[in-house]
């Protein structure tokens, strides 16, 4: 089991930036950054395998987002830099619960357990 509390979000203008938080209650399973936008499919944002070092991006964000992870605080972030009208979603932390991480390559792992997400608003 594992609980999962996003926060950083807010409302900014078209070209701002803002640094996602996603606080977990344990270290060893995979997390990832999905959203979702009002009356679309919640969609995969950003990956991040920490053992091996590996980071997938949307091709609709990458070179403006940047997904890290601090085992030590158990909090894994999500950095947005140029953000655009169409990056209005809200933003969940995802957990796969089914898997250990230390023995699963979180890049390609399905995510069974959410956050109760935080709202991305650019204007």
């Known amino acids: 089991h594992v609980q999962l509390v996003e926060s950083g979000g807010g409302s900014v203008q078209a070209g701002g930036s803002l640094k996602l938080s996603c606080t977990a209650t344990?270290?060893?399973?995979?997390l990832a950054w999905f959203r979702q936008a009002p009356g679309k499919e919640r969609e995969r944002v950003a990956r991040?395998?920490?053992?091996?070092?590996?980071?997938y991006y949307e091709d609709s964000v990458k070179g403006r987002f940047t997904i890290s992870q601090d085992d030590a605080k158990r909090t894994l972030y999500l950095q947005m830099n140029s953000l655009k009208p169409e990056d209005t979603a809200t933003y969940y932390c995802?957990?796969?619960?089914?898997?250990?991480?230390?023995?699963?390559?979180?890049?390609?792992?399905?995510?069974?357990?959410w956050g109760q997400g935080t709202q991305v608003t650019v204007s």
């Open positions: 995802a957990a796969d619960t089914r898997r250990i991480r230390d023995h699963t390559n979180c890049l390609t792992t399905e995510f069974n357990t």
């Open positions: 344990t270290n060893k399973y995979c």
């Open positions: 991040i395998d920490p053992d091996a070092g590996t980071r």
